[in-house]
């Protein structure tokens, strides 16, 4: 394995899988992922329809604590998710799918997004992460996970009916959030009349999980009537006012500048090089927001081929671990529940701003500890492979001399298979 083949399999995949085939040429390679369709298909994709059924069907039953349907759900679909991910031949796509999941964060601490978590990954990102992002953005937006997390579902304007008839009140969440941590960001000029003028815009988007199928519904007797002015632009009211909105959001420079911050900063570097943000910046501006053209510029940028200084997230480490070691998925139990053991439970963020992405914010001692506590006795469990004929498949040139020499020196095949998951060129990338 070469250099660039060895970076391009940890920096923007999930790891080599064993011993599987290396591609000849590592940047054609990543490219391929994102033009191609993508091959990680659910065999019982979650959909919104199932998730607020199995929430309708908990609220009208009341059943006893271990045996709500909509829990049983989330731990099937968050199993499915991870076993994609250690099975994928497409790890770069998959890695695009959980950064844009983070980016439009929603979160099972709000209680009813437990429920429909799984259908916003599969509905609102994955089928955009190579398309547009004023699509991904609009579908996320209107998707009932997102608008339940922001309690915008009940959001009214003060002077629709249902304001003026139910003294139901505007609620800014979504506005809010949408704007700092989903668009133009802090640095877009925004301002407090901003938020409220995009509020009383997107009054009226609402879930409904009673009807056929349930999911989104605009209900325009919630919907606060008359033009709103967001950033100096002016939309009509309804629901195409919403539409129009995002529209302009989607596409505001300062959206491109902040995207392009956090792709950068994703798959490159904890600091990223500033050649690096306004080539992609540039990509988004010059395409109208391609997903797919600022994806294939980043294995195109000469920091990407830089030293390794990202730490892999638990989520990341864990999949890794068992793509190295070519272990089908179904033989882990509890996939999900390493994961949060680990310190982060899949769809389950603390904020809206989603997980943080930079090595500091996992390289804590008792994080380590624990990672160290878990590749232990995961270690135990592999059997006898030889951890320097792993190392040499998924790390190749990346091991260093005196990790290699302390792998070899290791009292016995556990320890040396510890020893392996836990070195640094592992948990980099």
């Known amino acids: 394995m070469d250099m660039p083949t060895a970076v391009a399999l940890v920096r923007f995949g999930l790891g080599r899988r064993d011993a599987e085939p290396l591609p000849s040429d590592p940047v054609a390679w990543l490219i391929a992922q994102i033009r191609q369709p993508d091959p990680t298909r659910l065999v019982d994709p979650p959909t919104t329809a199932k998730g607020l059924a199995a929430l309708r069907e908990d609220r009208e039953t009341t059943p006893p604590p271990g045996e709500s349907r909509v829990a049983a759900l989330f731990k099937a679909q968050a199993t499915a998710q991870l076993a994609n991910a250690v099975a994928t031949p497409a790890p770069f796509r998959e890695r695009l799918v959980w950064f844009w999941t983070n980016h439009f964060t ?44 922001l309690d915008n579902a009940g959001s009214a304007g003060p002077d629709s009916q249902a304001g003026q008839k139910n003294h139901r009140g505007l609620n800014e969440n979504l506005a809010r959030e949408c704007l700092e941590l989903h668009t133009v960001s802090l640095s877009g000029g925004y301002s407090q009349a901003d938020v409220t003028a995009f509020a009383k815009i997107l009054t009226g988007w609402s879930v409904d999980p009673k009807a056929d199928p349930p999911g989104f519904r605009f209900r325009p007797f919630a919907h606060e009537p008359g033009e709103q002015t967001i950033l100096r632009h002016t939309f009509p009211p309804g629901e195409a006012g919403g539409i129009a909105a995002l529209e302009f959001l989607a ?33 988004l501006r010059d395409t109208g927001g391609d997903l797919a053209a600022a994806s294939a510029a980043l294995p195109r940028l000469d920091a990407a081929w830089r030293p390794a200084t990202k730490l892999r997230t638990p989520t990341d480490y864990v999949v890794a671990c068992l793509r190295a070691l070519g272990i089908p998925p179904g033989q882990i139990a509890n996939l999900p529940g390493i994961v949060a053991g680990l310190g982060q439970p899949l769809w389950t963020a603390p904020a809206p701003d989603g997980w943080p992405d930079r090595a500091v914010d996992w390289a804590a001692p008792e994080a380590m500890l624990r990672r160290i506590d878990w590749a232990s006795g995961f270690a135990g469990r592999v059997g006898t492979r030889d951890a320097m004929d792993i190392a040499g498949n998924v790390l190749g040139p990346l091991l260093r001399p005196g990790t290699r020499d302390a792998i070899v020196r290791a009292g016995s095949r556990r320890d040396a298979m510890t020893l392996l ?6 948990q980099r990338r």
Do not use: W
């Not at 505001?252 to 995207?259: D, E, N």
């Not at 998951?421 to 592992?426: A, D, K, P, V």
């Open 421 to 426: 998951l836990t070195c640094s060129e592992f």
């Open 251 to 283: 596409n505001h420079p300062a959206t491109h500048r902040f995207l392009a911050v956090k792709l950068v900063r994703h798959f490159i570097a904890d600091d990223p090089p500033a050649d690096a943000v306004r080539a992609i910046e540039g990509v």
């Open 106 to 149: 929603v979160s099972r601490r709000q209680g009813a997004c437990a429920a429909v978590a799984g259908a916003f990954v599969e509905e609102a990102i994955r089928p955009h992460v190579a398309g547009r992002f004023g699509d991904m953005l609009l579908a996320a937006m209107r998707h009932p996970a997102m608008l339940m997390y």
